[in-house]
C-alpha cells in the first residue's frame, strides 16, 4: 500500500495543542482535523473548547459540529469520515493536521483498531447505568474484571461510561470486548503517521487547567448548559455526561452549587490530564516538544515538513 504521511499535534489537555496549530497551519497551507470526542458535538462550544467560527474561516476545520448531543457517534464513524475529510485535502494539495486528545480516535485511524459497529441495546446498558447509581461504579468495575480483566484493567473505576458499554457487548455477544477486539476485523486507512507530541510540567498543566475552566465559567459554561438542557439535552445523552458538563448538569438540578460543580470539574479534569499522559507516551513515532521552553514553532514546522516530503528527497 502506497501510504499518505499524516502529521497530528497530541498531548494532555490544556498543553497549548489548539494555539500552535493555528500558527502551523497558517504557515505549512494546513487544514486541520479535529481529533476530540466531544467537538464533534453541535450545542457544545465552551465545554469543548472549539475555536471561534470566525477562525474556522480562516482555517479550514473538519470534524467539528457535525452531530447532535443525543445522536449516536461511534469510534467508527469518527474514523471514517475523518480519513475521507483527509483524502480530500490531501486532493487539494493541502496538507491534513490532526489535533486533538482523544487516544481511543488515533487508534482507529492509524493503528488498524476494530473499526466495526459491536450491538448495543439501551436497556442492557440502562440496568448497568442504575446498578452504577444505586451501587458505585466500584462494584461495576469490579463484575467487569469477572468477565474481562485485560478490559477492566484498561478502564478506570469511575470511567462509568466505558465500563457499562464494555458489559454491554459482554451481555449482547457472550464475548469479552477484549477477545472481540483481538479477533475483529480491520481497517487499515493507509496513513504513515508521525506524531508531534507536546509536553509541559505537571505543575504547570494543573495550573493552565484551573485558569481555563475558571475563564469558561465565567464566559458562559453554566449558561451553555442551562440551554442545552432546555431543549432536551441532558445526562441521558452520553456527551453531557462527560468532564465538566456532568457537574453542571448536576449543579442545574440542585444537586451541588456552581461553586461545588467548578471545584469538581477541576478536580477530573486533571485526573483524565494524569491518564492522557500515560496513553500518550505509548503512540510512536513521535517526537516530543517541552513547551514550557518555548512553542518550538520553527522546529515543529521542519519536523513536519521533513516528513510530509519525504519521498520526495529518498
Known amino acids: ?14 498543553v497549548g495543542k489548539t494555539a500552535l496549530s493555528i500558527s502551523v497551519s497558517e504557515k505549512l497551507n494546513a487544514e486541520i482535523i479535529s481529533v476530540d470526542s466531544r467537538q464533534v458535538y453541535r450545542y457544545m462550544d465552551i465545554g469543548t473548547d472549539k475555536v471561534s ?11 467539528i459540529d457535525i452531530a447532535d ?7 467508527s464513524d469518527f474514523a471514517g469520515k475523518a480519513a475521507q475529510a483527509a483524502s480530500r485535502i490531501l486532493a487539494r494539495k493541502r496538507i ?6 482523544t487516544p481511543f480516535y488515533y487508534n482507529a485511524l492509524f493503528h488498524a483498531s476494530l473499526n466495526a459497529d459491536l450491538p448495543s441495546d439501551s436497556d442492557v446498558r440502562g440496568k448497568y447505568e442504575a ?28 470511567d462509568i461510561q466505558r465500563v457499562t458499554r464494555a458489559l ?33 510540567p505537571r505543575e504547570e498543566l494543573f495550573r493552565r487547567i484551573e485558569i481555563r475552566l475558571e475563564q469558561e465559567y465565567s464566559s458562559g459554561f453554566p449558561e451553555e448548559v442551562d440551554w442545552l438542557m432546555k431543549h432536551g439535552f441532558d445526562d441521558r445523552h452520553n456527551p453531557l455526561k462527560g468532564l465538566g458538563y456532568k457537574e453542571l448538569v448536576d449543579c442545574h438540578r440542585g444537586k451541588m452549587t456552581l461553586d461545588d460543580a467548578l471545584e469538581v470539574s477541576i478536580s477530573r479534569t486533571k485526573a483524565f490530564c494524569r491518564r492522557q499522559q500515560t496513553w500518550f507516551k505509548k ?16 522546529e515543529i514546522i521542519d519536523t513536519i515538513n521533513k516528513h510530509i516530503h519525504k519521498e520526495d528527497v529518498s
Do not use: C
Open 1 to 14: 500500500m502506497n501510504r499518505q504521511p499524516a502529521v497530528a499535534l497530541i498531548g494532555s489537555t490544556a
Open 53 to 63: 467560527a470566525s477562525l474556522r474561516r480562516e482555517i479550514p476545520h473538519h470534524m
Open 69 to 75: 448531543p443525543d445522536e449516536k457517534f461511534t469510534v
Open 96 to 101: 491534513p493536521l490532526f489535533v486533538g486528545g
Open 131 to 158: 446498578l452504577a447509581n444505586s451501587q458505585g461504579a466500584e462494584l461495576l468495575h469490579m463484575r467487569l474484571a469477572e468477565v474481562d480483566p485485560d478490559t477492566a484493567g484498561r478502564l478506570h473505576k469511575n
Open 168 to 200: 454491554e457487548i459482554y451481555d449482547l455477544t457472550g464475548k469479552a470486548p477484549s477477545q472481540i477486539y483481538s479477533e475483529g476485523a480491520k481497517r487499515d486507512y493507509g496513513f504513515d503517521i508521525l506524531y508531534i507530541g507536546l509536553s509541559r
Open 283 to 298: 503512540f510512536a513515532p513521535a517526537v516530543w516538544f517541552d513547551m514550557s521552553e518555548s512553542n518550538h514553532e520553527e
